[in-house]
């Protein structure tokens, strides 16, 4: 049985949360601020960890609780759970170490599934992958098993989310992907632009592996496309 604590100050929603994930089979322990949350880590570890931002008097408390778990675990999944939708908290969480950073409008059955998402994740990393898992694009390899991606044999680190949307674009290469189609795909429902945040981020982390990296183009007022590598000019 999977381990999940939840870090949320307003005790009807993490309640309800917690209800919920115990249908689903998790073992859940909830907690309404970051000091009870510290005393219970610091005994033992869960196996994923839901944060919101704001617990009780401390305004980016979880912020803090996030950078302190990623200091003593570089492996445990944290998610952030947060009514906090701008660029500035998105970016500030996914930078200090969260897997995946989602908004309370997004639906029940949907967070579930990216929890089970994260945990399958962790449980093949170390299993063989299977061919028919593989998305073959030029110089990329998604591996839709294990939900890692691969840029000129490196990988790239991309959230869950960010997954999902390179995912989407690369099954449908030169077709153009509105904004839509990628948050049904990504199963998130948030408004234009953080998906435009999301898909900086994206060319962003590519970009750190291949400087040239130009394959995701804006196609304006319509969305997103994956293009084919163009071809290095020789002199």
Known sequence: MKHIAIVEDEAAIR??????LRAQGYQVQTYANRTTATQAFNIKLPQLVIL???????YDGGFTLCQWLRSI??????????ARDNDVDT????????DDYLTK??????????????????????????EDHLLLN??????SQRMTVKWQESY?????????????????????KNRQQLMQDSKIFVDDS???????????????????????????????RWNEPKPSVSN
Request: proline fraction near 3%; include cysteine; aromatic fraction near 8%.
């Open 194 to 224: 953080t998906i435009t945040s999301h898909i900086k981020r994206i060319r962003k982390k590519f970009m750190q592996i291949d400087a040239n990296f130009d394959c995701i183009e804006t196609v304006y007022g319509m969305g997103y």
């Open 138 to 143: 030029g110089q990329l390899t998604i591996d």
């Open 15 to 20: 309640e309800n949360y917690a209800e919920v």
């Open 156 to 176: 790239v680190d991309l959230t869950i989310t960010e997954f999902w949307m390179v995912h989407a674009l690369v099954k449908s290469p030169g077709h153009v």
């Open 91 to 98: 970016v500030s969480g996914l930078r200090i170490g969260a």
């Open 105 to 130: 409008d997004i639906s029940l059955p949907h967070l579930t599934a990216r929890i089970a998402a994260i945990f399958r994740r962790l449980e093949v990393q170390h299993k063989p992958t299977k």
């Open 52 to 58: 919101d931002i704001g617990l009780e008097q401390e």
């Open 73 to 82: 675990s570089e492996t445990l999944p944290i998610i952030f759970l947060t």
